[in-house]
């Protein structure tokens, strides 16, 4: 199940998504670009839209994506919660460019 967790208006009108996806039974960190006038995804964030980033920090890689903020310089920060083993938790902080690469 995909869930949504914050966004945030980028200065072009682009709107930037985040929450959890599962990715082969894993969650991780979800996040996605919507075209400024709102009609579908921004393929020029990572090639489809979208982008996922997994920790792989053992158990089973609950990662979980809860906030983001916007850099002036486009690139964008997203937190939250990383399954480290078993019922352990820590927080996850990642930072990706403007294209949706991880930086």
Do not use: E, H, M
């Not at 980028?10 to 082969?24: K, L, M, N, Y």
């Not at 709102?38 to 990662?63: C, E, I, K, P, Y």
């Not at 990383?82 to 902080?93: E, K, L, N, R, S």
Request: aromatic share 4%; net charge negative; charged share 20%.
């Amino acid at each position: 199940i995909d869930t949504a967790a914050a966004l945030a208006v980028q200065p072009d009108g682009g709107i930037v998504v985040v929450g959890t996806t599962d990715v082969g039974g894993s969650p991780g960190f979800a996040v996605a670009r919507v075209r400024a006038d709102g009609v579908g995804l921004d393929t020029t964030f990572s090639g489809d839209g979208r982008a996922v980033v997994q920790f792989d920090l053992g158990g089973g890689n609950a990662d979980r994506a809860a906030a983001v903020a916007l850099q002036a310089d486009g690139k964008i920060v997203v937190a939250g919660s990383v399954q480290v083993g078993g019922a352990d938790f820590d927080f996850g902080v990642v930072r990706l460019t403007a294209a949706g690469d991880a930086d």
